[in-house]
């Protein structure tokens, strides 16, 4: 991510042994620009941090991740630029809303249940949510203040744009559903062709770009349509997205709820052991970086930053899901933390 760069950039620079005396003034400039926005996320983060609280959402579905820090690293991760602070804060709440979401189609609601739940989202009023748990009318509740208070952070002109975001997340709940279907198969895997065609959803960009769109006043129907036309980079993030995340899952043997991922569908298709399908699924991703490296080089009318971001996002799975799922486990996170949001660099 752009702003670890950064850090690493000055702290290379600085163990120079014959520096460029003009650089080193440039130097000062540069730490000046990581302290002063250093500040403004730490004035974000205060305001996620409260937002996430008054949902009551830890309190009354304790099976769901609290990774509300997490959520904006991504965020900061995918767009850093401060003139981007309302769709930063505003990713940061699609990510934390989405891992919940997640949660209770993976690990806690019955089959049953989430049918009836997926089914109270399609609807525009609130008939049907009688027939869904406690725990679940709640979180319907949560969900749609959620997206009426993000409706009300934008311009009036912004409806439609808060209307697509939350047909995202019905798409979302849909996918979800498909696979939470397959962990009842039996153990029965898909093909990994299949899991492909839903786990494109399931790398949740399209939701949760609604939310950068959402923020950025400029960016409208033309944006969301190239989003939703997947072109090649789009399709490569969606790519790194879900399967890493899927190669991350599967270090840890001892948790099958949620199978199948995408490395038991490559090994059914393809009749491989576990260390040939991650050699095969990193070369599809090594792959996936040129088609993103291309379409950075191509013409294109739409903005530099919509770019930017979606070649981020992709940067930010390599971050939290290299080695380990720093998203879920979250000591594992607090040198990022330390780095971006408490340290500040001695001018």
């Known amino acids: 991510m752009e702003r670890l760069d950064t850090l690493h950039y000055i702290s290379f620079y600085e163990a120079d042994e014959s520096p460029n005396e003009t650089l080193l003034k440039f130097l000062k400039f540069a730490k000046l620009d990581f302290n002063r926005l250093q500040l403004l996320y730490k004035k974000e983060l205060a305001l996620l941090s409260t937002w996430w609280k008054n949902t009551k959402i830890v309190e009354s579905l304790p099976y769901g991740r609290d990774r509300v820090v997490e959520a904006f690293i991504w965020a900061a991760g995918s767009i850093f630029e401060p003139q981007y602070s309302l769709s930063r804060m505003i990713l940061c709440k699609h990510v934390q809303l989405e891992s919940v979401v997640d949660d209770t189609y993976d690990t806690y609601g019955t089959m049953d249940e989430l049918k009836c739940f997926t089914a109270a989202l399609e609807r525009i009023t609130t008939d049907g949510i009688d027939e ?17 208070e993000t409706e009300n952070d934008v311009t009036e002109r912004s409806a439609y744009k808060a209307s697509h975001s939350r047909e995202m997340l019905k798409e979302l709940t849909r996918a979800y559903l498909v696979e939470r279907g397959w962990q009842n198969d039996d153990g029965e895997a898909p093909s990994f062709d299949e899991y492909m065609k839903i786990g494109r959803v399931t790398s949740t960009f399209d939701f ?29 993030t969606k790519f790194f997205s879900r399967l890493m995340n899927d190669i991350a899952a599967r270090k840890d043997e001892t948790k099958r709820e949620d199978f199948p991922k995408g490395l038991d569908c490559y090994m059914k298709q393809y009749g491989v052991s576990r260390p040939e399908a991650i050699e095969a699924i990193f070369k599809i991703l090594e792959n996936k970086w040129k088609d993103m ?50 340290n500040q660099l001695p001018i």
């Open 132 to 148: 869904v748990p406690e725990y679940l009318k709640f979180f319907h509740s949560c969900i749609s203040r959620i997206f009426d």
């Open 208 to 236: 949760v770009t609604s939310a950068v769109i959402q923020g950025i006043e400029n960016m409208g129907i033309k944006e969301i349509l190239w989003v939703r036309n997947n072109p090649p980079m789009v399709e490569a």
């Open 293 to 342: 490296n291309e379409d950075l080089l191509k013409p294109t009318t739409m903005p530099k930053i919509l770019l930017k971001y979606t070649f981020n996002f992709a940067r930010m799975s390599m971050v939290f899901y290299i080695g380990t799922d720093l998203f879920t486990y979250e000591s594992s996170s607090k040198e990022i933390i330390t780095s971006l949001f408490i």
